[in-house]
């Protein structure tokens, strides 16, 4: 498996997923302004928003076009007739999955990826297609074991060798859903459909947030997605999904670190509890990623340097980011008004009080207090937090959504004296949070216009 042969085929693969063609998106350090693009990237989301809730098949379409170019399989150049009748397999998968992809990142990444491999290789649209294989364990002694990573793919040895320990930061995403942004404010979001968590040179995190509850407005986090971008001689491109009761300890590929590089081992997965908490290590960017089911529901934290965290090419278009901008003004609910209104109120009253429709059947006041208190004694946003979900929702496990959201905080946090926090993050008025910009009326004018050709984009 010396020759080139194998190393191009593999090399292509890597382009699938994400491709400087898709626009709004980019690979590594070297990614473009038009990578990061504001419109580009504005146009996916509000598509996004529009999708359909149906499953999405990419997933297989991956794992299949995988088996059929990789190991024993693999074709020896890229240029084959087989790796042409693997990519027209391909693309016959992400056809058959199309109407159930809609706002799909990795299904998005991968529709784009097979347009360009297609048509740099002379591959004809109308032709024979391979069948899938079931993919093999790689041997013992593969990647998966390799332990003797470059200095380069370790943050902190690489990137401040003659500076101070970097300052690490704090994103997570809870619940109905409630967001801490890596600045500490606290917010509760609608925010139902596709949003993006982060965006940067690095990494690109999504997440879909559906109703509870037919009819209802409470939402909570049944889908997400985090694309790992190509870095130097440290990690491949890889992706990783998880949905409502699937929550995979391996990304996409079936692989469990970076890849075939010799730094590979900078990114790995370790799954703590089989099926409810998936740890993700990215070494090379210092960053831990947690990943946890609670119920039916998925959560989200993530510890950060700050240098990573602002490693983006154009600031203006991180705007929607949510870790980084938090969530709209007309997408946050003031759930500590919520509290106030339904202090001693029996569950027959809620309704009136509620920002958004209730539970059939919620728990009175009284006894949502009480659930939260056994996990969450202090009173803090957490714990007002886990008592407007159960309100709301009617579903216990809220609770525990709660309670592991705080304990991921103190894992990941970097300022143990910012743990708790009691007070919810106002913003002013025109949508900007205190202490970042307003965004430029400007802009304004040409979302109207970018809204009247959503048809086209979609």
Known sequence: MGGPGPRRARTSRERLVVTGRAGWMGMGRGAGRSA?????????LLCSFLSATSPCKILKCNSEFWSATSGSHAPASDDTPEFCAALRSYALCTRRTARTCRGDLAYHSAVHGIEDLMSQHNCSKDGPTSQPRLRTL???????ERSDSPEICHYEKSFHK?????NY??????????LRTFTDRFQTCKVQGAWPLIDNNYLNVQVTNTPVLPGSAATATS????????FQECVDQKVYQAEMDELPAAFVDGSKNGGDKHGANSLKITEKVSGQHVEI?????GTTIVVRQVGR???FAVRMPEEVVNAVEDWDSQGLY?????????????FQAFHTNTEGTGAHRLAAASPAPTAPETFPYETAVAKCKEKLPVEDLYYQACVFDLLTTGDVNFTLAAYYALEDVKMLHSNKDKLHLYERTRDLPGGAAAGLPLAPQPLLGALILLLALLPVFC
């Open 36 to 44: 990061l693009g504001f419109w580009p990237t504005l146009a996916f």
């Open 138 to 144: 790689p041997p013992a002694g593969d990647s998966q």
């Open 162 to 166: 003659h500076s101070a320990t970097p």
């Open 169 to 178: 930061t704090h994103c997570g995403l809870f619940g109905d859903p409630h």
């Open 223 to 230: 889908k997400l997605t985090i694309i790992f971008k190509n």
């Open 281 to 285: 290590q990215a070494k090379y960017i």
């Open 297 to 299: 529901y998925l959560t």
């Open 322 to 334: 949510l870790c980084l901008r938090g969530c709209p003004l007309n997408q946050q609910i003031d």
